[in-house]
């Protein structure tokens, strides 16, 4: 038999229904298709291809997804230290945003993306929320897709200006649109990039505790028309469900519930600061949650239910968060910070296995994003990545998937496949000039900086 891509001899970790790993294995790719997976002895002999890579020394792996980043915060990577999610928005990310052009959000979108294609990354849920008209958007969306990336773009909503927004300091720049006219301009996007497409575009009402509930039920109604999922922000701040309570007389994953709005198209980023009632709705609903441990450990957000919303059936996906409150595009340090959060907060060792933190980053991502990949098995999306395993801080290999989630970094990842198509290998994104977007990427980021009134975040020392 013939096909386009054998990856010969490495040790393959399949994660699919019987968390079969072949050391060696090989696996062979036709098209943009899982053609085989197995013991390489057998493969091999099976598969005659037009290109074969020697994975000896290395894992194969299902490409991992990001479900939940910000892409257009590239350009402000390394500031805002010190902050708790509310300032952080208000002093920071929210004054960022406003500043951000058409041309800044994509650069900055590449520069994500290649980031990503690097650590092997090969889907992302990007929560893009400036500027947010839709040509914007689409060239968010086409930027995406031209390095090499698949996923969706969900375009953030925010609507009028509602009295929880004012009275938590929100900024009047941020209203562009009423509701109706957000709703529009997202049912605009979702027909130029209808689902099927490799980048889709979601509604994503910005945030449960501050948007106007007619937002949300619209973000869900286009989601249903469309056949799509929707994303939102839910409870990663203490105050997050209080304001909601307040304001509302119910929490808010409650009031998703009483509305019928909460299902498998639903995805949660964060989902933090959830009572026990909140967790089983999730879980009855088979809604999916973003869990971004890196991020909520820098802005001090708290630790996810991880145990809890499992069991109670939720789907949970991994998410760096983006590259400003997370820093890296780097699931590697997403599935380790993943285990070591639940570590402290539970006092349990046991809490969380490497094994689980592989299956969130890959199957389940998969499963949250609704892509059909996250595992190597034949018929699958051919969506995986190569990763050494033959550098000091690797060396001595005893369990390859603990060498993997403990040890190694996105650095490791020597070559990343999307769809069939090799887009990262032998160091360099194969669609991206990388010299030319890291330097208009760092002449854009400081006249942004300048532009935001960011200099004094620049400084060499903060004392």
């Known amino acids: 038999m013939e096909c386009d891509l054998l990856l010969s001899g490495g040790r393959v970790v399949t994660v699919d229904g ?15 298709r899982i053609a085989a997976v197995g013991p390489a002895a057998e493969t091999d002999a099976a598969w005659q291809a037009a290109r074969t890579v020697d994975c000896r020394g290395r894992a194969v792996v299902p490409g991992f997804t990001d479900g939940h980043s910000h892409l257009f915060q590239s350009l402000a990577r390394g ?20 500043a951000v052009t058409p041309d800044d959000a994509r650069v900055a979108a590449t520069l994500g993306a290649v980031e990503a294609l690097r650590s092997g990354i090969t889907t992302v849920i990007d929560n893009h929320y400036a500027p947010t008209d839709p040509e914007t958007v689409l060239a968010v969306a086409a930027a995406v897709e031209s390095a090499g990336l698949r996923g969706a773009v969900a375009r953030g909503m925010i609507g009028h200006r509602t009295p929880v927004a004012l009275a938590r300091g929100l900024p009047p720049a941020l209203f562009r649109y009423s509701v109706a006219e957000e709703l529009e301009l997202t049912r605009e996007c979702m027909r130029r990039r209808p689902p099927g497409s490799t980048v889709e575009i979601w509604p994503a009402p910005l945030n449960l505790s501050y948007v106007d509930q007619d937002l949300v039920r619209g973000a869900a109604a286009l989601a249903a028309e469309f056949g799509t999922r929707w994303h939102t922000h839910c409870s990663e701040g203490a105050k997050d469900p209080e304001s909601y309570l ?3 007389g119910i929490r808010p994953v409650e009031w998703l519930a009483a509305e019928g709005l909460l299902d498998e198209r639903t995805t949660l980023a964060h989902a933090v600061w959830l009572d026990g009632a909140e967790i089983r709705r999730i879980g009855e609903r088979r809604a999916g949650v973003a869990h971004n441990p890196v991020s909520n450990a820098y ?7 991880l145990r809890e919303l499992r069991e109670a059936g939720a789907v949970v996906a991994l998410g760096t968060d983006g590259p400003s409150a997370g820093h890296r595009q780097d699931m590697f340090e997403v599935m380790k910070q993943t285990l070591f959060g639940q570590r402290q907060h539970t006092l349990d060792p046991a809490a969380a296995r490497c094994e689980e933190a592989l299956e969130l980053a890959t199957r ?12 190597l098995t034949a018929g699958a999306p051919a969506d995986l990545a190569v990763v050494a395993l033959d550098r000091p801080h690797q060396v001595p290999l005893h369990r390859t ?62 004392h």
């Open 18 to 32: 019987r968390r079969s790993v072949y050391e060696p294995g090989s696996v062979a790719i036709t098209g943009n």
């Open 401 to 462: 998937v603990s060498a993997l989630v403990y040890a190694s970094r996105g650095s490791d990842v020597e070559l990343t496949v999307v769809d069939g198509r090799v887009v990262f290998e032998d160091g360099r994104c194969v669609l991206v000039d990388e010299e030319a977007l890291l330097a208009e990427a760092q002449e854009r980021s400081e006249q942004l900086v300048s532009r935001a009134g960011f200099g004094g975040l620049t400084r060499p020392w903060n």
């Open 79 to 98: 500031l805002g230290e010190g902050l708790s999610i509310w300032p952080w928005l208000c002093e920071f990310m929210w004054p960022y945003s406003i």
């Open 246 to 248: 307040e304001a509302y």
């Open 364 to 375: 389940e991502g998969a499963r949250y994003a609704g892509t059909g990949a996250g595992i």
């Open 299 to 305: 802005l001090a957000s708290g630790v996810m239910r």
